[in-house]
């Protein structure tokens, strides 16, 4: 059986109204929280609430104060035991390191009378005695714990304020929004960040509600405990399960029960009944002066719904919105299939306009060299050419052919008339050859291009035959 070590009795002995010895007092510890994400399902799907070290922090100042050890989070029974210690380490989960809560309890199993007899100390756990529950503890029959606590500042993930404040955070857990991350855009879900809050209790079995019950003691000196908390106490208020944190007002409490089952949420304060979806698909975001009012009238407030009606209308609603995001995810598969083809044939028609413009250019340049010859900058209009549209370019080809067709033709046209002309060779003085020779020559030069001296030898040549 545990016992606590010289240094564990002193500080248990801090809580108790009458001096324990080492044999009366069960001790151990648990494993009670950590930073890993828990996984949580909302009105919008899936989210994590994530406790940040700082919460952790938190709940240990609490639990070193002292709260109670209960059953099953049933807050109308006393409880049989009680934290004494706290610590926050770092654990390695998996090969990451993760922060992680252990907190310290003890259980009384017997008292004395005055006689110095063992008196046995009930519970009203179905007649168990504090020793019984010892026991079951210590044989591995009772090892699942779950504390119960209160997050003072739920905040959002994406924005980083209260999620409740619809003022300053229009963010919905379990919906994905853009957020820009070292200059790139990613896509981030909205999740519920616990940093801040208070420990009420600590439970062996997980179930229903949170709440909890602390003895201060008389006479204790001030110094030795300076943070006890008043006692909450629900009386007959009743306890509503939170499905969505942003339902509930700005100011109202929001209490947790935590262990290897996962986290369930209450609160005091009745929550919306559903999230108000408009026909584009948004919120319709209430201001929190009108949860406010909803908060201070509850009569005037819808029936509540029911925690099984609530699981229900959360299905159906997630199945309607993950049935629309198949649908937009398909079409939005479809339209990218069309902006691929369509992308495909357009750099296709590219490419043939490109192959038709340098064709066209290449024409063009070719109609200006056989247009103007030496005189022709080739380099200088191809810089020109290369600014000009498809149809401007038709069109410089088309004047260029026209300036080279002109002399062409009356060149033929004066060809033609020296020759019906041209006097008999044999009569020519050598002088009147050479001077036809020249024209001759000329009119080839024009037509051909060439050396006119080599043109006009050939010619006399001809002439002297």
Same mark, same amino acid.
């Given at each position: 059986?545990?016992?606590?070590?010289?240094?564990?009795? *002193?500080?248990?002995?801090?809580?108790?109204?009458?001096?324990?010895?080492?044999?009366?007092?069960?001790?151990?510890? @648990?494993?009670?929280?950590?930073?890993?994400?828990?996984?949580?399902?909302?009105?919008?799907?899936?989210?994590?609430?994530?406790?940040?070290?700082?919460?952790?922090?938190?709940?240990?100042?609490?639990?070193?104060?002292?709260?109670?050890?209960?059953?099953?989070?049933?807050?109308?029974?006393?409880?049989?035991?009680?934290?004494?210690?706290?610590?926050?380490?770092?654990?390695?989960?998996?090969?990451?390191?993760?922060?992680?809560?252990?907190?310290?309890?003890?259980?009384?199993?017997?008292?004395?009378?005055? $006689?110095?007899?063992?008196?046995?100390?009930?519970?009203?756990?179905?007649?168990?005695?504090?020793?019984?529950?010892?026991?079951?503890?210590?044989?591995?029959?009772?090892?699942?714990?779950?504390?119960?606590?209160?997050?003072?500042?739920?905040?959002?993930?994406?924005?980083?304020?209260?999620?409740?404040?619809?003022?300053?955070?229009?963010?919905?857990?379990?919906?994905?929004?853009?957020?820009?991350?070292?200059?790139?855009?990613?896509?981030?879900?909205?999740?519920?960040?616990?940093?801040?809050?208070?420990?009420?209790?600590?439970?062996?079995?997980?179930?229903?509600?949170?709440?909890?019950?602390?003895?201060?003691?008389?006479?204790?000196?001030?110094?030795?405990?300076?943070?006890?908390?008043?006692?909450?106490?629900?009386?007959?208020? $009743?306890?509503?399960?939170?499905?969505?944190?942003?339902?509930?007002?700005?100011? @109202?409490?929001?209490?947790?029960?935590?262990?290897?089952?996962?986290?369930?949420?209450?609160?005091?304060?009745?929550? *919306?009944?559903?999230?108000?979806?408009?026909?584009?698909?948004?919120?319709?975001?209430?201001?929190?002066?009108?949860?406010?009012?909803?908060?201070?009238?509850?009569?005037?407030?819808?029936?509540?719904?029911?925690?099984?009606?609530?699981?229900?209308?959360?299905?159906?609603?997630?199945?309607?919105?993950?049935?629309?995001?198949?649908? !937009?995810?398909?079409?939005?598969?479809?339209?990218?299939?069309?902006?691929?083809?369509? +992308?495909?044939?357009?750099?296709?028609?590219?490419?043939?306009?490109?192959?038709?413009?340098?064709?066209?250019? $290449?024409?063009?340049?070719?109609?200006?060299?056989?247009?103007?010859?030496?005189?022709?900058? +080739?380099?200088?209009?191809?810089?020109?050419?290369?600014?000009?549209?498809?149809?401007?370019?038709?069109?410089?080809?088309?004047?260029?052919?026209?300036?080279?067709?002109?002399?062409?033709?009356?060149?033929?046209?004066?060809?033609?008339?020296?020759?019906?002309?041209?006097?008999?060779?044999?009569?020519?003085?050598?002088?009147?050859?050479?001077?036809?020779? !020249?024209? $001759?020559?000329?009119?080839?030069?024009?037509?051909?291009?060439?050396?006119?001296?080599?043109?006009?030898?050939?010619?006399?040549?001809?002439?002297?035959?």
């Amino acid at each position: 059986m545990p016992v606590p070590t010289k240094d564990q009795l *002193e500080t248990i002995n801090k809580f108790s109204q009458v001096p324990l010895e080492e044999d009366q007092v069960f001790v151990f510890r @648990s494993l009670s929280a950590d930073t890993l994400p828990v996984k949580q399902f909302g009105w919008f799907g899936e989210y994590s609430i994530l406790m940040t070290e700082n919460m952790l922090l938190d709940l240990k100042q609490s639990y070193k104060t002292g709260v109670g050890l209960l059953a099953s989070h049933n807050s109308r029974r006393l409880p049989f035991g009680r934290t004494y210690n706290a610590e926050v380490t770092t654990d390695s989960v998996d090969g990451e390191s993760v922060k992680t809560l252990y907190v310290d309890h003890y259980i009384v199993k017997y008292t004395k009378d005055s $006689e110095g007899n063992k008196v046995p100390l009930r519970t009203e756990v179905n007649n168990m005695t504090t020793q019984d529950i010892a026991n079951h503890i210590e044989v591995g029959h009772a090892f699942d714990t779950s504390i119960g606590f209160e997050i003072t500042n739920p905040g959002c993930s994406i924005c980083g304020h209260d999620i409740r404040d619809y003022s300053k955070c229009d963010h919905l857990l379990g919906q994905h929004y853009d957020v820009m991350v070292d200059g790139i855009n990613e896509k981030k879900r909205c999740d519920l960040v616990a940093d801040a809050g208070e420990a009420y209790e600590n439970s062996l079995v997980y179930a229903g509600a949170v709440n909890r019950a602390i003895v201060v003691k008389n006479d204790r000196d001030s110094n030795q405990l300076t943070a006890l908390h008043d006692p909450v106490n629900a009386g007959d208020s $009743e306890i509503y399960n939170v499905e969505d944190v942003k339902s509930l007002p700005l100011n @109202s409490k929001v209490f947790c029960s935590l262990s290897k089952g996962g986290m369930n949420l209450f609160s005091f304060t009745q929550p *919306e009944n559903k999230p108000k979806l408009l026909s584009q698909g948004g919120m319709e975001m209430p201001t929190n002066e009108t949860q406010a009012e909803e908060t201070k009238a509850p009569a005037a407030q819808e029936a509540t719904v029911t925690s099984q009606d609530g699981i229900v209308l959360s299905k159906q609603l997630h199945e309607q919105l993950h049935s629309d995001l198949k649908k !937009s995810q398909e079409a939005e598969k479809n339209l990218t299939a069309e902006l691929e083809k369509a +992308k495909t044939s357009l750099a296709a028609t590219e490419a043939i306009v490109q192959q038709f413009s340098s064709k066209l250019k $290449e024409e063009t340049l070719a109609a200006g060299i056989k247009a103007r010859g030496n005189s022709f900058s +080739k380099e200088r209009f191809e810089k020109y050419l290369n600014t000009l549209s498809l149809d401007e370019l038709a069109a410089e080809k088309e004047a260029l052919e026209a300036e080279f067709s002109a002399p062409l033709e009356a060149a033929q046209l004066t060809q033609k008339t020296i020759s019906e002309e041209k006097p008999e060779v044999a009569n020519l003085s050598a002088e009147e050859k050479r001077a036809l020779a !020249s024209k $001759e020559a000329a009119l080839r030069f024009k037509r051909e291009g060439g050396d006119i001296g080599k043109l006009t030898k050939e010619e006399l040549d001809k002439l002297n035959k």
